[in-house]
């Protein structure tokens, strides 16, 4: 039993919409993260957030924007996506940004036509 | 730029044999580096993590080393079992920053 949940699992979206991934973490842990995972590809982190306040975006495009509410809540909303936006986005948390091993949720697979 | 390369291909071995991983990376100098698990359609999970002044860590039938000077780290699994199949991932990160950042992962198929 995993102590990050995202919803929804599986998301098929048109270029056009605009939907929300959602992700709660159960572990008390003040940092959360995006991950994009692409198939034969490595993980590719998206966005770090510690205590609420973004600390790293590594050059992600502006049809992703990510919120963090609070330290259990993390959100990626997504607008005007391209097919190539297909993938497994991952949400983990960790006590500490970059100080200690990540606990992954189990991913939304996002499919975009 | 920084650059973190795993075995591309498959690694298919027989029950009971020890499976090799190796994990190398360029223009870095982590304070750490973590194994994780990943199986189809799921999240990675924690394996175990050494750090830089840590030659060698175990936990259970795993076994990771971590070379500073070749730039590499073994992952070693003995005895090893069909339930081992998985794919693994390697990653190296620094102490503060957040950025930890992930290989393409090995695919390890144990054959009974």
């Known amino acids: 039993e995993t102590g990050v949940t995202q919803t929804p699992r599986h998301l098929v979206m048109g270029m056009t919409n605009k939907k929300s991934l959602k992700c709660e973490q159960h572990?008390?842990?003040?940092?959360m993260y995006w991950y994009k995972q692409s198939a034969k590809k490595p993980l590719e982190l998206m966005f770090v957030?510690?205590?609420?306040?973004?600390?790293e975006n590594n050059s992600v495009p502006s049809r992703f924007s990510p919120e963090c509410p609070n330290s259990s809540h993390l959100f990626l909303h997504l607008h005007t996506l391209q097919p190539e936006d297909s993938a497994l986005y991952l949400c983990?948390?960790?006590?500490?940004?970059?100080?200690?091993?990540?606990?992954f949720g189990e991913g939304s697979r996002l499919t975009v036509l | 730029s920084q650059k973190i390369e795993q075995n591309s291909e498959a690694l298919n071995i027989q029950e009971g044999k020890t499976a090799t991983l190796t994990c190398n990376y360029t223009?870095?100098?982590?304070?750490?580096l973590q194994w994780y698990r990943q199986d189809p359609g799921r999240g990675p999970v924690f394996l175990l993590l050494?750090?830089?002044?840590?030659k060698e860590k175990r936990k259970e039938r795993l076994k990771v080393t971590f070379d500073t000077t070749l730039k590499q780290s073994l992952f070693h699994i003995t005895a090893s079992q069909p339930a081992d199949s998985a794919t693994y991932l390697c990653?190296?990160?620094?102490?503060?920053?957040?950025?930890?950042?992930f290989g393409q992962g090995t695919e390890l198929s144990v054959k009974p």
């Open positions: 572990l008390g842990h003040n940092a």
């Open positions: 990653a190296p990160g620094y102490n503060q920053g957040g950025k930890l950042i």
């Open positions: 957030y510690s205590l609420e306040e973004r600390v």
């Open positions: 050494i750090r830089e002044n840590e």
């Open positions: 983990a948390s960790s006590q500490g940004a970059g100080t200690g091993e990540l606990f």
């Open positions: 223009n870095y100098s982590p304070a750490y």
